[in-house]
């Protein structure tokens, strides 16, 4: 294994700083640890090696002469293939769209370069992130690093893979229902699910309709993820639902995590049912934060069954987007994903009243959970993670579930517009990662960046990664 390929990029910006390492260098290690190990993974499925190679000795040069480019000078990253880089292909793990050249970078991946990160190339997603394990009909399955027969998860799941397989330190991840959480679960990574507009979206031929999609990042480290979070947050008139700078330096206010914090510990948000040793793993987790002197009680109450809602609002969002060019398409796309187009046609304005009544109904819960306590955990997964291939499990521990029983505790916060982090707790009895999630109150990203380091510094675990084999 290199020795370079599991460092944080806070350790590589270190290097470059310190001319132990120089950008250039730096591509080259990255790009054989690619070659190596992406043909067992299928993380990456569009590569911009050339091109990023010309950019890391260029920036070789330019530090060389005395020039700072930025907070992540030289770090190469991966973006997830449902958001544009220019020069390259936005293919949304869809056939009918392998051709649809991007003609500009994302705002979020605009704001990386600047921040001096090195685009390496596109990572692999279930078409349009319509599901929970990454898998289309384009680029095939990309599979687990601590067991390839597993899936990362998804929708971020060639992200999250390429993060914990040691090919890059960083890449970008979106959130519409846990898509951002569930592969940093079932990798072992963090991910970061931020607030509803804390990283604008787009540019977009059309504006996010339900206000739940986000953006965030998959890393090694909570620190990587606060200099993403810095780089990129901030308003940007293509989004009008973005949010303004804030005020203070997500990497800065790490270590003030406030003492005696009251946290709300819901093991299964009164519904779901959890495998048992990834409850066992998570229970260990909250135990952690008792540890650190905080105060930790049981949640009791009931979560509202919001899976429905969230998947009629979910398909609606993806039909907006689909609809001028879905009856020509149809053909070379996922079945599934088309059934679920057509069915939600038929949704009407009283289903979107009752969707939102509901909606308001979990968030007066919150509302009332959020003035009681200042943080809630939950297990991010209810399993460890299943066959690379799907489907989904159908029951756990002996029990059947509901489709979207699998991802029981991820979605609600979606609908919700919380920011919510997952963070690794341990290993299952199979070696598979299982995953606590940290939930803070609206717009409070700062905090749960902050419980998440305050954990990782008490149970560290980047001693622990997978060595995928040919």
Request: with cysteine.
């Amino acid at each position: 294994m290199s020795s370079i390929c599991y460092k944080s990029a806070e350790e590589l910006v270190k290097m470059i700083r310190s001319k132990e390492i120089s950008p250039l260098e730096l591509m080259a290690e990255t790009l054989k640890r690619i070659e190596a190990v992406n043909p067992v993974i299928n993380a990456f499925v569009a590569m911009r090696a050339e091109a990023a190679m010309d950019e890391a000795r260029e920036m070789t040069e330019r530090m060389a002469s005395g020039e700072y480019p930025g907070p992540l000078a030289g770090i190469p990253i991966g973006v997830k293939d449902l958001e544009d880089v220019q020069g390259m292909v936005t293919s949304f793990g869809s056939v009918p769209f392998k051709d649809n050249m991007a003609e500009g970078d994302s705002v979020q991946v605009a704001r990386l370069k600047r921040a001096g990160a090195i685009v390496l190339g596109k990572t692999n997603t279930p078409e349009f992130g319509f599901t929970g394990f990454t898998k289309n009909l384009l680029f095939g399955v990309t599979r687990n690093p601590w067991n390839t027969q597993r899936t990362p998860g998804g929708s971020s799941g060639g992200s999250a893979a390429a993060v914990a397989a040691g090919m890059v330190p960083i890449a970008t991840g979106s959130d519409a229902g846990g898509s951002i959480r569930i592969p940093a679960s079932y990798s072992g990574c963090f991910g970061l699910k931020t607030s509803f507009g804390r990283v604008p979206l787009g540019p977009s031929p059309l504006l996010n309709i339900y206000h739940f999609m986000t953006l965030g990042p998959l890393t090694r480290t909570v620190r990587d993820a606060a200099f993403y979070l810095e780089c990129v947050a901030g308003y940007h008139p293509c989004d009008p639902a973005s949010l303004p700078s804030p005020a203070l330096s997500y990497v800065e206010c790490l270590e003030d995590m406030p003492k005696g914090l009251k946290i709300a510990f819901s093991p299964k948000l009164g519904f779901a049912r959890v495998q048992k040793d990834v409850m066992a793993r998570v229970e260990e987790a909250v135990a952690a934060f008792e540890n650190m002197g905080h105060h930790v009680e049981l949640w009791d109450g009931v979560f509202p069954d919001v899976a429905d809602t969230w998947s009629n609002l979910m398909d609606c969002e993806l039909y907006g987007m689909l609809c001028q060019s879905l009856d020509r398409n149809r053909e070379s796309m996922g079945r599934t994903l088309v059934q679920s187009l057509d069915k939600v046609q038929a949704f009407s304005l009283r289903d979107l009243i009752g969707a939102q009544e509901l909606r308001t109904s979990l968030n007066r819960i919150l509302w009332d959970i959020f003035e009681r306590y200042d943080l809630l955990m939950t297990p991010t997964m209810p399993t460890e993670a299943f066959g690379a291939k799907g489907p989904p499990p159908s029951e756990i521990d002996g029990h059947p579930v509901p489709l979207l029983w699998a991802v029981a505790f991820t979605y609600p916060f979606n609908l919700s517009g919380h920011p919510a982090a997952s963070v690794p707790a341990g290993l299952t009895e199979e070696g598979l990662p299982a995953g606590l999630q940290i939930i803070g109150p609206h717009h409070q990203d700062d905090l749960v960046l902050q419980a998440a380091h305050a954990y990782e510094q008490a149970r560290p675990w980047g001693g622990q990664w997978p060595d995928p084999k040919p």
